[in-house]
Each structure stands twice: as structure tokens, then as C-alpha cells.
């Protein structure tokens, strides 16, 4: 009894907050249209069924126009399925450059991470430090030598145990990052703990950063809710995750402080910041957390600099399975202008523009954060003659704008083609308009991030031949079908990855002698212990 007429108590409150809402908005400009809701629970059933992926369901809300909305127990949701809308809003406009989460993901902890913060200071000093380091050409060409490294040891990794890409392409795009930005060597002959600690929190992001993931989302007030309350069950998954992610926060944190305690050389970027540093518990908060961004959620699609590195690098691999004769004109760019006996470098692209298309169209084919993380606006706007009330999310449908069969014929083929200039035909859209985010909130990391991609592409297209299995005689035809999530992964599937001759194998091998393998700071993990974590506000 107690628990019904606590519920009834919400419900009655939560009934006066929409007829005290409903009154409010009456005489105001409209929201811009959508399917019709029900009564008190709005579009409840408009939400995407289990397994279905949510931006190809929000696309069929273009058919209201542009812009549209849905209005979920009182909370707006604004859907742009059109390119140059969301270009014109979220790129040229600064009132839209804010930043909210769901429920759910912010009281676990993600709301305190770069993404999520509001246009302010703040956010504009983590960019500046982000810029510092990796915001030009010329300063992410600092980091070449390191990520040729990284890639000489996936290169050899595939070589060896090829039918552990999936994990070979997980270790290298950690690692990659992890040695950027706390200078952590991680593990290369085993699974490394601070990888899998850390893309751990990044796939409960993926879960908890869609809408109506969790009944929190739609109903804030659920938080207060006793845990002895049936139906609960959801806040103690939180309160797991929450401890994941700040063990995973506070751990790299107290290794970089355990070296520079320790006199060792590390000039990473948290390290710089802690030498420059007051040291007050303020600058550490505002470190650990700016810092943790460029790993897992700088940017709209900085949600995990490292995972949208392995979600595009195995969309890759599947690409060239499935399009054997795109591989083989990559594989003939490559040996033309670069040759056989060397493997090709960053120094080559511009060289390559075969191989730089792939690249184009691998992030379009596969959008890896396809609604990117939903914008704000500041104050309460009018656009295109719709209301856009103060902090209401709009999502901008990026799975659409590139698979938009208006801007990309035939979205569904993997084409190159499309961003070449030939005779008749002029290169099509780059999809990096808008695969890295838009405006005030565009990836931080944007050009590291395609560096590693292009060195992947062009080293693997080098010395592989990458193409179909056959199981017992028989051709397992692969099939790209992408993941729902906050971060959409591709399903698993089986391809063959081998030398292309007995010299490229050897040109792998000799990759040895060139970068050797670096111990790993595993150990030192271990020696610190587990660090202090926040307390869990839930």
C-alpha cells in the first residue's frame, strides 16, 4: 500500500507539471511537427523496438519535413534529418552549441565529462587543451612516429593470429591514445586492464545514451524512488557503472601522478597539465575528467576516440571482404607510387588518393555515432518558425545525411568512386561534414584520428590480401548490418586476412627489429591499487 500511494503521489505531481506546461506553451509558436501522441505518455510507442537501429528508425520521421519532434511524457526530443538544416543550425548558429545527457548516463558520471558540458568556459578551456596538443596538422604530425609504431604491432599482431582482428584492432586503438594522453604503455602479447577497463564504460555508454534506454530518461523524478521499491532494479546497475567509470577514470589519473612522484619521464598530455598545475583538488577534478574525454567523449563523435577508431577500422576490413575489386585498386595505387619495398607512410597520402577515398567512404558506410550526441540550445528559439525550447535535445540524424540516397546513390555500396574527379563527374559530398561532429562541438581529434585511420588503411591494403573464408568448401558471405547504440558497432563477422606473398610477410617481420616491443606499465597498474573513487549519487 505504502508503495502504491507513493507512485500515486508522483503521478498526481507529475499531471500537474504537464497541465501547468500545457497552459504555459499555449499561445506559443509550435513545436515542429511529428506523429501524434496519446495522452500524459506523448510518444511513448514511438520509440524504436529492441534491436532496431535508432537513427534508421528516426529517418522515417522526415516524412513531417526537415525538422521534427516527438514529446515523450513531457521531454522534447528534436530530430534535423536534413543535412544543411543541421549545417545551418549547429554549425553556424552558437545558441545550439550546448550539451545535455540522459538521465541515466549523467547520474552515473558521464555529465561531468567535456561532452556533456554546457557552452561555457569550461568547455572552451578543455578544447583549448585538446588544440594544443593535436588541433593542427602540424601539431598532430607530432605524433606519427608513435602511431606508425602502434601500427607496426597490429600489422604483426593480424599476421600472427589473424582470426583475432577484432581484438588486434581494440589493443591498437588503445593504445594509441592511452599512450597520448597519460603516457601508459599498454600490454601488446596479452589483454591489457586499462584497455578493457575503459572500453567497458564506453559500451555502457553506448546502452545508456539513447532515448528512453531506461525509465529515468522519461521520468526524472524515478531517482528518488526507494530501492525497495519493485521495479528498482536499474539503480543498482547505475550504481555499478558509475564505479567502473570513475575506476576507470581515476586509475591512468593516478598513474601519471605515481611517475611524475617517482621522477620518471612522462610527457603525455596530463602530465604536462599536472607540471603546469596548481595542484589544488580543483585542478585535479577538471584534469582527470577533461583529459578522460579525449579517450571516451570529447566531441560529438569523440564518444570514444578509441572506439570509433575500432568500430571504423573493422568496418575496414569488412569493406575489402566484401568489395574484393576495390581492394585490388588500392593494392595497385599503393604499388604504383609507392612500390614494394617499403611500407607507405602519412607522407604518401596525398599521393594516395584512391586509398584516401576508401578512407571517405569507410566512415560514411558505417556511421559510428549515428544521432552524434544530441545538442542544446541555450535559450528558448525560434527556427524555421518552430519553438526550440531552452535546453531540449536535437539530434542530428548523421546515419542519414550519409546514407541519404539524394547526396549518395546506391547508399548501401561501398564506392570510393564517389569523391573522385572524373570526366562528367564531380566529387561527391565528404562525409566528414559531418561523421566528426558539428561546429562548437566538433572532434577535438579530428585530424589524429584520421591519421591513425589512414596509416591502418594503407599499411593493412600494403602487405594483406583480405577476402572471403570459406568454412569446409563453402564461401561465408559476410553481411554489414550496424548495431544499435549510442556508438553503433558492426555484427560480428568472418573474414580471411593473409601475407599477399612471401616478401610482404617478411617486410611484416622485419617490423620487429624497427619499433621493439615496449614493456608494458601493466605492473605499475597493480603496485597502485585501486584509487579513491566519487561517491555514487544515486
Known amino acids: 500500500m505504502l508503495v502504491v500511494g507513493f507512485l500515486a503521489i508522483l503521478c498526481v505531481i507529475y499531471v500537474a507539471d504537464r497541465l501547468v506546461q500545457w497552459r504555459r506553451n499555449a499561445n506559443l509558436a509550435p513545436l515542429p511537427p511529428g506523429p501524434k501522441g496519446l495522452p500524459l505518455v506523448g510518444n511513448l510507442r514511438d520509440l524504436p523496438e529492441p534491436g532496431v537501429l535508432e537513427a534508421e528508425h528516426w529517418a522515417k520521421l522526415a516524412e513531417y519535413g526537415p525538422i521534427s519532434s516527438i514529446t515523450i511524457m513531457g521531454n522534447t526530443l528534436i530530430f534535423v534529418n536534413d543535412a544543411q538544416m543541421a549545417i545551418d543550425m549547429l554549425d553556424k548558429r552558437a545558441t545550439y552549441s550546448s550539451r545535455a545527457v540522459f538521465n541515466f548516463a549523467g547520474d552515473i558520471g558521464w555529465s561531468k565529462t567535456t561532452a556533456a558540458l554546457k557552452y561555457n568556459n569550461t568547455l572552451r578551456a578543455h578544447r583549448k587543451n585538446f588544440a594544443r596538443i593535436m588541433g593542427t596538422k602540424a601539431l598532430a604530425s607530432q605524433y606519427h612516429s608513435l602511431q606508425e609504431a602502434e601500427v607496426a604491432y597490429f600489422l604483426q599482431h593480424v599476421l600472427d593470429n589473424p582470426e583475432s582482428l577484432r581484438d588486434h584492432i581494440k589493443r591498437q586503438a588503445g593504445s594509441i591514445i592511452l599512450k597520448v594522453v597519460y603516457g601508459y604503455n599498454a600490454e601488446q602479447e596479452k589483454r591489457d586492464p586499462l584497455i578493457d577497463m575503459i572500453q567497458q564504460c564506453t559500451e555502457d555508454l553506448s546502452s545508456s545514451g539513447v532515448p528512453g534506454a531506461f525509465l529515468v530518461d522519461i521520468i526524472p523524478s524515478l531517482r528518488y524512488v526507494p530501492?525497495?521499491?519493485?521495479?528498482?532494479?536499474?539503480?543498482?546497475?547505475?550504481?555499478?557503472?558509475?564505479?567502473?567509470?570513475?575506476?576507470?577514470?581515476?586509475?591512468?589519473?593516478?598513474?601519471?601522478?605515481?611517475?611524475?612522484?617517482?621522477?620518471?619521464?612522462?610527457?603525455?598530455?596530463?602530465?604536462?597539465?599536472?607540471?603546469?598545475?596548481?595542484?589544488?583538488?580543483?585542478?585535479?577534478?577538471?584534469?582527470?575528467?577533461?583529459?578522460?574525454?579525449?579517450?571516451?567523449?570529447?566531441?560529438?563523435?569523440?564518444?570514444?576516440?578509441?572506439?570509433?577508431?575500432?568500430?571504423?577500422?573493422?568496418?575496414?576490413?569488412?569493406?575489402?571482404?566484401?568489395?574484393?575489386?576495390?581492394?585490388?585498386?588500392?593494392?595497385?595505387?599503393?604499388?604504383?607510387?609507392?612500390?614494394?619495398?617499403?611500407?607507405?607512410?602519412?607522407?604518401?597520402?596525398?599521393?594516395?588518393?584512391?586509398?584516401?577515398?576508401?578512407?571517405?567512404?569507410?566512415?560514411?558506410?558505417?556511421?559510428?555515432?549515428?544521432?552524434?550526441?544530441?545538442?542544446?540550445?541555450?535559450?528558448?528559439?525560434?527556427?524555421?518558425?518552430?519553438?526550440?525550447?531552452?535546453?531540449?535535445?536535437?539530434?542530428?540524424?548523421?546515419?542519414?545525411?550519409?546514407?541519404?540516397?539524394?547526396?549518395?546513390?546506391?547508399?548501401?555500396?561501398?564506392?570510393?568512386?564517389?569523391?573522385?574527379?572524373?570526366?562528367?563527374?564531380?566529387?561527391?559530398?565528404?562525409?566528414?561534414?559531418?561523421?566528426?561532429?558539428?561546429?562548437?562541438?566538433?572532434?577535438?581529434?579530428?585530424?589524429?584520428?584520421?591519421?591513425?585511420?589512414?596509416?591502418?588503411?594503407?599499411?593493412?591494403?600494403?602487405?594483406?590480401?583480405?577476402?572471403?573464408?570459406?568454412?569446409?568448401?563453402?564461401?561465408?558471405?559476410?553481411?554489414?548490418?550496424?548495431?544499435?547504440?549510442?556508438?553503433?558497432?558492426?555484427?560480428?563477422?568472418?573474414?580471411?586476412?593473409?601475407?599477399?606473398?612471401?616478401?610482404?610477410?617478411?617486410?611484416?617481420?622485419?617490423?620487429?627489429?624497427?619499433?621493439?616491443?615496449?614493456?608494458?606499465?601493466?605492473?605499475?597498474?597493480?603496485?597502485?591499487?585501486?584509487?579513491?573513487?566519487?561517491?555514487?549519487?544515486?
Not at 270 to 292: C, F, H, M, P, Q
Not at 473 to 496: D, F, N, R, W
Not at 517 to 533: A, F, M, V, Y
Request: aromatic share 10%.
Open 227 to 538: 530501492d525497495w521499491v519493485p521495479g528498482t532494479g536499474w539503480k543498482k546497475l547505475a550504481r555499478k557503472w558509475a564505479y567502473e567509470l570513475n575506476l576507470a577514470i581515476e586509475t591512468p589519473f593516478a598513474f601519471v601522478q605515481r611517475q611524475l612522484a617517482e621522477g620518471r619521464e612522462n610527457n603525455s598530455f596530463v602530465a604536462n597539465l599536472l607540471k603546469n598545475s596548481e595542484n589544488t583538488a580543483e585542478d585535479a577534478r577538471e584534469i582527470k575528467w577533461g583529459s578522460s574525454s579525449l579517450y571516451s567523449g570529447g566531441a560529438d563523435t569523440q564518444l570514444a576516440d578509441s572506439l570509433k577508431t575500432v568500430s571504423t577500422v573493422a568496418c575496414f576490413f569488412l569493406a575489402m571482404t566484401m568489395f574484393p575489386e576495390v581492394q585490388a585498386k588500392a593494392q595497385a595505387e599503393i604499388d604504383r607510387v609507392v612500390g614494394t619495398e617499403r611500407l607507405p607512410t602519412l607522407d604518401d597520402r596525398d599521393s594516395l588518393p584512391y586509398v584516401e577515398a576508401i578512407m571517405k567512404e569507410t566512415l560514411r558506410w558505417h556511421s559510428v555515432v549515428p544521432t552524434a550526441l544530441p545538442h542544446t540550445a541555450d535559450e528558448d528559439t525560434i527556427y524555421a518558425g518552430y519553438r526550440i525550447p531552452k535546453d531540449t535535445m536535437i539530434m542530428p540524424n548523421v546515419w542519414w545525411f550519409t546514407h541519404d540516397p539524394s547526396i549518395y546513390p546506391e547508399p548501401n555500396e561501398f564506392r570510393p568512386e564517389r569523391y573522385l574527379e572524373s570526366p562528367g563527374h564531380e566529387p561527391g559530398t565528404d562525409p566528414r561534414k559531418f561523421v566528426f561532429g558539428f561546429g562548437r562541438r566538433i572532434c577535438a581529434g579530428k585530424t589524429f584520428a584520421e591519421n591513425t585511420l589512414f596509416l591502418d588503411f594503407v599499411q593493412s591494403l600494403a602487405v594483406f590480401n583480405i577476402r572471403k573464408k570459406s568454412v569446409d568448401g563453402h564461401v561465408v558471405e559476410p553481411q554489414m548490418k550496424s548495431l544499435p547504440g549510442a556508438i553503433s558497432h558492426l555484427a560480428p563477422y568472418e573474414t580471411c586476412v593473409e601475407a599477399r606473398s612471401p616478401h610482404h610477410e617478411k617486410m611484416i617481420r622485419a617490423l620487429a627489429h624497427k619499433y621493439p616491443w615496449q614493456e608494458s606499465d601493466g605492473e605499475t597498474l597493480k603496485r597502485i591499487g585501486t584509487p579513491k573513487t566519487d561517491p555514487v549519487p544515486i
